[in-house]
């Protein structure tokens, strides 16, 4: 199974500040098409887990452009440019590239 | 606007057989460009995705290794919706349980999730 590890696990962040958060896998998620099959997702107190980023760059349906997603092959980045309070939540990568799909372990974000 | 809607019971004893519905609205659980998947979250586990149906032609399932022997993944086309069987229930099955969508590479909508208690 493909191993995804998130750093760091805890975020407090002041808003107006940005934030980045790192993802590694243990093997590249890089498809023959072009595409590196690796998503973001919030989880948001009480809630299901909401898709922020797929493809590792693409956002979803919704999601506000201060989330970008970045990075090729093993190595991402989940960049928020400018923390808001409702950006407060649990973060998790994921591979979406093979069965079983995996995840990070989360990084929880804060407000200062 | 795609939703699920997700039902069954969220206590249930040991050894027994939890039997989960996900009803889908705006797709259809015969597509041939998305699955139907199950995930669970467990404090001692994470998130941690249990299996999927999807049709292809013809219907095809797929388990995590942890669950294979104990679950089973079925769709209703009548009722447009997925089902989860998962038999032999011990404490450790104790978590969240959600259905979701996997489409273009990523789980894009999720159901709202049941939290399952096994427990005598």
């Known amino acids: 199974d493909v191993v995804m590890t998130q750093s760091p696990l805890s975020l407090p962040v002041t808003p107006g500040e940005p934030a980045s958060i790192s993802c590694r896998s243990s093997?590249?998620?890089?498809?023959?098409?072009?595409?590196?099959?690796l998503d973001w997702y919030l989880q948001k107190p009480g809630q299901s887990p909401q898709l922020l980023i797929y493809l590792a760059s693409s956002r979803a349906s919704g999601v506000p452009d201060r989330f970008s997603g970045n990075g090729s092959g093993t190595d991402f980045t989940l960049n928020i440019s400018r923390v808001e309070a409702e950006d407060v939540g649990v973060y998790y990568c994921?591979?979406?590239?093979?069965?079983?799909?995996?995840f990070g372990q989360g990084t929880k974000l804060e407000i200062k | 606007q795609v939703q699920l809607q997700q039902s069954g019971p969220g206590l249930v004893k040991p050894s027994q057989t939890l039997s989960l519905t996900c009803a889908i609205s705006?797709?259809?659980?015969?597509?041939?460009?998305?699955?139907w998947n199950w995930i669970r979250q467990s404090p001692s586990r994470g998130l941690e995705w249990l299996g999927r149906t999807l049709y292809r032609s013809e219907w095809s399932n797929d388990y995590a290794v942890s669950v294979r022997s104990r679950m089973t993944i079925s769709a209703d086309t009548s009722k447009n919706q997925f089902s989860l069987q998962l038999n032999s229930l011990t404490p450790d099955d104790t978590a969240v349980y959600f259905c979701?969508?996997?489409?273009?590479?990523?789980?894009?909508?999720w159901g709202q999730g049941t939290l399952v208690t096994v427990s005598s």
């Open positions: 979701a969508r996997f489409r273009s590479g990523a789980f894009d909508f």
């Open positions: 994921m591979q979406g590239l093979q069965i079983p799909h995996t």
């Open positions: 705006g797709d259809s659980v015969s597509t041939d460009s998305a699955s």
């Open positions: 093997q590249s998620l890089l498809y023959s098409n072009g595409y590196n099959y």
